[in-house]
């Protein structure tokens, strides 16, 4: 018996990270997964993005496991395509049970009024409003589905200020915002809407040049070793960032009827960065 055996779930951002790791460990327990991904490239983004092959390859791991996948190249921004993979969810798989909200840019690497405005809409129009086209494209599924679970990812961003990043914490605090509203809306669907909250997890998203650069300006090509200490100094327990596959766990739980009567909660990833004094 898996934890999701009843369950139909659509991940966005899955071609890799937390989205890939979502897809995997959800199909292990049982459900029915439609992972998409854009598979494209943004100009002011300095660190690399996934290709179409990444997101076969997520493909490839849950078959081998076992699970049950169809995937899609999509792109949040555009509802006709996320309306396509609501589709695709209910004719592959017989309903659609839970949304990840995943997909997800970072990239900025300037105080907030040095931030070019082109980057500031393709931050919010990725990470905010893509998160709301994904989440209007299912709610009539989930509604006549009789109930289901929404999970958005936010970030520890989504409820403290970080340097360099307006765009990106302006955009997640949003997040937060639209699940707090949508869960007054949606309770009497029977539907939960909850925030996940990462804090600094292993993926390209984070960790890269870029990021190491901001973190040790004082070094010319710093590498994961160099901020391993500072990035520890932010944290309560002895880990300097988080894995996938620790987000994974929660969204598990969240996406479980283990959490039947949980909603309207933004849950942290973030070896207690959230709340270190
Ligand atoms: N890595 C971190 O430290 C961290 C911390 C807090 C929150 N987050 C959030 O976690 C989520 C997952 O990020 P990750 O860490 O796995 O990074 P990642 O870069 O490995 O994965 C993000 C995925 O989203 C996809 N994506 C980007 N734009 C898209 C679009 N327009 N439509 C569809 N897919 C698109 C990318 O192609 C990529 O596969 C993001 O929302 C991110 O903001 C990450």
């Known amino acids: 018996?898996?934890?999701?055996?009843?369950?139909?779930?659509?991940?966005?951002?899955?071609?890799?990270?937390?989205?890939?790791?979502?897809?995997?460990?959800?199909?292990?327990?049982?459900?029915?997964?439609?992972a998409l991904d854009a598979c494209t490239t943004y100009d002011h983004i300095d660190y690399p993005l996934p290709t179409p092959a990444d997101l076969e390859e997520t493909a490839r791991l849950v078959k081998a496991d076992g699970g049950?996948?169809?995937?899609?190249?999509?792109?949040?921004?555009?509802?006709?395509?996320?309306?396509?993979?609501?589709?695709?969810?209910?004719?592959?798989?017989?309903?659609?049970t839970t949304v990840c909200a995943n997909a997800?840019?970072?990239?900025?690497?300037?105080?907030?009024?040095n931030t070019h405005e082109e980057v500031w809409r393709t931050v919010l129009?990725?990470?905010?409003?893509?998160?709301?086209?994904?989440?209007?494209?299912?709610?009539?599924?989930?509604?006549?589905?009789?109930?289901?679970?929404v999970i958005l990812t936010s970030s520890l961003g989504g409820i403290r200020g970080l340097r360099h990043t307006s765009a990106y914490v302006a955009a997640k605090h949003g997040v937060v915002g639209l699940m707090r509203t949508l869960a007054n809306e949606a309770g009497q669907y029977n539907i939960r809407v909850n925030a996940v909250l990462p804090g600094t997890t292993n993926t390209p998203l984070a960790m890269n040049k870029a990021t190491f650069r901001l973190f040790r300006p004082d070094l010319d090509d710093p590498t994961?070793?160099?901020?391993?200490?500072?990035?520890?100094?932010?944290?309560?327990?002895?880990?300097?960032?988080?894995?996938?596959?620790?987000i994974t766990?929660?969204?598990?739980?969240?996406?479980?009827?283990?959490?039947?009567?949980?909603?309207?909660?933004e849950l942290p990833v973030d070896g207690g960065w959230h709340a270190k004094f």
């Open 68 to 96: 049950r996948i169809e995937t899609m190249i999509a792109d949040v921004r555009n509802s006709d395509e996320l309306g396509a993979a609501v589709k695709l969810a209910v004719s592959s798989f017989g309903t659609l």
């Open 224 to 246: 994961m070793d160099d901020v391993r200490d500072t990035m520890q100094g932010l944290a309560l327990l002895p880990t300097p960032w988080v894995e996938a596959e620790d």
């Open 104 to 113: 997800g840019i970072g990239g900025e690497r300037g105080t907030m009024w």
């Open 1 to 34: 018996m898996g934890r999701m055996d009843d369950k139909v779930v659509l991940v966005t951002g899955a071609a890799r990270g937390q989205g890939r790791s979502h897809a995997l460990r959800l199909a292990r327990e049982g459900a029915g997964v439609v």
């Open 125 to 149: 129009d990725v990470n905010l409003l893509g998160v709301w086209k994904t989440v209007r494209a299912a709610m009539p599924a989930l509604i006549d589905n009789g109930g289901g679970s």
């Open 249 to 265: 766990n929660a969204v598990l739980w969240l996406a479980s009827d283990e959490s039947r009567f949980v909603t309207g909660v």
